[in-house]
């Protein structure tokens, strides 16, 4: 039980004044209406909520605040906390950084993006400033929700002070290509995913932005990805979509309300027989207005049989007009809004009416309800909520055109999609939908009605939560597999007790550390003496299973009484007894493999080959951290596409990338060889990606360990490899007499 915390640039309330009176007054914004309707609708809130709070940078003086603070709930399901920045800080944080470097680049309109060290210095304080606020404020329980692009340091700043706090970020904007985000100076590009790390769950509009967002996490942290969770700095994240939605019903049940019908049949008397198309877009570049004003324009060239037949009202709301570049674009579009007029109008029609103002609400709805078409075509949007308000104030008639690079494309495919930069597209998307005969309006409306329905806004925010508290359950399941002493001491009892043991130890980075040289990674004479020791024991068995060659393994094991597994299993030579193939196919597929990997060697210094009987290994842990990491996954793509339809398997292991022949791995070797045995003690140790395939094949059958942290299928994990040794000596150590009386012999099932 606890609070949820609304975090967002700005409070969704401004402040009026009218002489010594001062009111609170709803901020428009898609984040502030759903939010909003969400906290109003009492049906939908949850039942774990003990409170609601808002906290954001307040538009309006300290003094006008303090007259309304103590009444600031009244008739509110939220308390508000608001936050005072000082104006020129805030002009280059949220002018500046935000709207300045991160809204243009993350729209793909780079060209745009102005780097400015100033911008970021603020943008570093304000997001400090609102760590400030939130940290005296947080109590146990609290859950935290973080929105937007002006607030991407703000979660890291918060884990800082408050490791165990349950927080959630929200991105209501596109994250770009790495291609594109990687333009930003490399301080602040990393700084910007480090703070989002700093979150539990981290959320998204579409598919293409999650796998946007890990692309750049693992091309600039190295940090690699499990579908869409990744540990990081020994923490479980999880990254995913949630498509925003709207109030449907608030927009759908206003086809009863008298007020609206009156304004939408004056709107349908004044048009007479002619058909309306509309659109509604904040002043903003990336709505792509001039194009779609040259797509319009382009349809009453080429279609002339709709003169006079139709009109398009655009209504375009202001925004950011203290930003040069938006007032330059307002004047070229008014131009050429003067344009169309001045060439294609006669006395009796217009053909485009343009508003620049704010739309009351149910004029909005009325116009969505009296429009034929919905022309909304930016030219890159996070999601774009009007396109979902159209179909929802919808009465069972209307089309939806829709940028395709609008987010909310990917839901309303049955709307008409088009490429806003195609002007003969956009016109010929008119012309259709104007013709689109009544059936099939009906058909494809009702189909976006009813998936705007089940996901809408109430939906959207339970869904978050939901995935927000499942992550911290995960996080805490992590934390146990932590291998305690108690638990130690209980798996070190199990071991004593038991009679017939099996040991399954990887070699590389468990028994032995990494080397530069993979010859040089000899078992030096501490690991020598252990192995000696295990296998002193009559009761144990001990199997090295590794990746390694076999001449490796026999050189440098091959004395020891020990079950070797080569190459993941593909040779294997159990104790005392002669080595045996299990693939015995011609390796003439290395060549082709061969010649790819020396490409990569040559375009990444310090990297190299290495050759096994049934394997192929591309080694980059001697190479320079980010080019290896990046050259290692074009190698993974390249390979993974020429190896399509063939028996070979990629693996993406330590610091290496390996080919192989499929049909074998080290889990189905391991659980052969457990179940030849049938002990009554098995334990499993490794630390790589190939090591997973034994974790989940001996489920339910071994204490498994993982060394070093991370998203595993291991019941256990150690932090180090330096661990191993001392772990293992101390497991074969005898229990002092007073502490095996009362053993208990435990399964690891239990």
Known sequence: MGRLIIISNRLPFSLDREGDKVSLRQSSGGLVSAIKSYFENTGAQRGDLTGKMWIGVADFPQEDWNLVASSNTEGQDFSLE???????????????????????????????????????????????LFAEKIIPLLEPGDQVWIHDYQLMILPHLLRQKRPDATIGFFLHIPFPSYEIFRLMPTEWKKALLHGVMGADLIGFHTYDYVQHFLQSVKMLLGVDNYFHNLQYQDRYIKIDLFPIGIDFNKFNQLSTDSEV????????????????????????????????????????????????????????????????????????????????????????????????????????????????????????????????????SSLGRGVLILSELAGAASELNEAILVNP?????????????????????????????????????????????????????????????????????????????????????????TLVPFSRIPSEAAPDNAV?????????????????????????????????????????????????????QLVSVSDLWKDEIRRVMQLFVIRCAGSFIEEKSNTIA?????????????????????????IQNTTLQVIDGNKVVEVRIGGFDKGASALKIVNEMDPDFVLCMGDD??????????????????????????????????????????????????????ALVENPNH
């Not at 993350?106 to 060290?117: G, P, Q, R, T």
């Not at 951290?625 to 993974?640: A, C, H, V, W, Y």
Request: aromatic content about 12%; hydrophobic content about 35%; charged content about 25%.
């Open 82 to 128: 608001p936050i005072f920045v000082d104006t020129t800080v805030y002009d280059n944080y949220y002018n500046g950084f935000s709207n300045s470097v991160l809204w243009p680049l993350f729209h793909y309109f780079s060209s745009l993006a102005e780097y400015k060290n100033e911008y970021f210095e603020a943008y570093l304080q304000v997001n400090q």
């Open 618 to 642: 591309w080694h980059y842990r001697n190479t320079q951290t980010g080019l290896g990491f990046s050259r290692s996954r074009e190698l993974l793509n390249t390979l993974s596409q020429l």
């Open 261 to 392: 019908d009156t304004i939408r049949n004056n709107i349908r008397s004044n048009l007479g027989e002619k058909k309306l198309i509309f659109s509604v877009d904040r002043l903003d570049y990336t709505k792509g207005l001039m194009q779609r004003l040259t797509g319009f324009e382009y349809f009453l060239e080429r279609y002339p049989e709709w003169r006079e037949k139709m009109v398009f009202i655009l209504n375009i709301v202001p925004s950011r007009d203290s930003i040069p570049a938006y007032n330059d674009r307002k004047k070229q579009i008014e131009e050429k809004i003067g344009t169309i007029n001045g060439r294609y109008s006669t006395i009796s029609w217009q053909p485009l009416i343009y508003r620049y103002n704010h739309l009351p609400f149910k004029d909005l709805v009325a116009l969505y309800q009296a429009a034929d078409v919905a022309l909304i075509t930016p030219l890159r949007d996070g999601m774009n909520l009007v396109a979902k308000e159209y179909v929802a």
């Open 528 to 580: 020598r003496d252990l192995l000696t020791r295990l296998c002193s024991d009559e009761k144990n068995h001990v199997v090295i299973i590794s990746g390694r060659d076999v001449s490796s393994l026999d050189r440098w094991l091959g004395s020891l009484p020990v079950t070797l597994v080569a190459e993941h299993g593909a040779s294997y030579r159990m104790r005392n007894s002669s080595w045996q």
């Open 689 to 742: 990606t190939t090591d997973e395939d034994m974790f989940k094949a001996l489920e339910g059958e071994a204490y498994t360990i993982k060394v070093n942290n991370g998203a595993s299928a291991a019941q256990y994990t150690i932090l180090s490899q330096q661990q191993v040794l001392p772990l293992l000596n101390s497991l074969i150590a005898p229990l002092a007499p007073e502490r095996t009386s009362n």
């Open 421 to 509: 930069t195609d002007t003969s597209e956009v016109a010929s998307a008119i012309t259709r939908a104007l013709a689109m005969p009544l059936y099939e309006q009906r058909n494809r409306i009702s189909l976006m009605q009813r998936r705007l329905q089940e996901y809408d806004v109430f939906k959207w925010v339970n869904d978050f939560m939901d995935q927000l508290s499942t992550v911290k359950q995960e996080q805490q399941k992590q934390k146990v597999k932590i291998l305690d002493e108690k638990t130690f001491t209980s798996i070190r009892r199990h071991y004593q007790g038991a009679s017939n043991r099996c040991l399954l130890l990887d070699y590389d980075g």
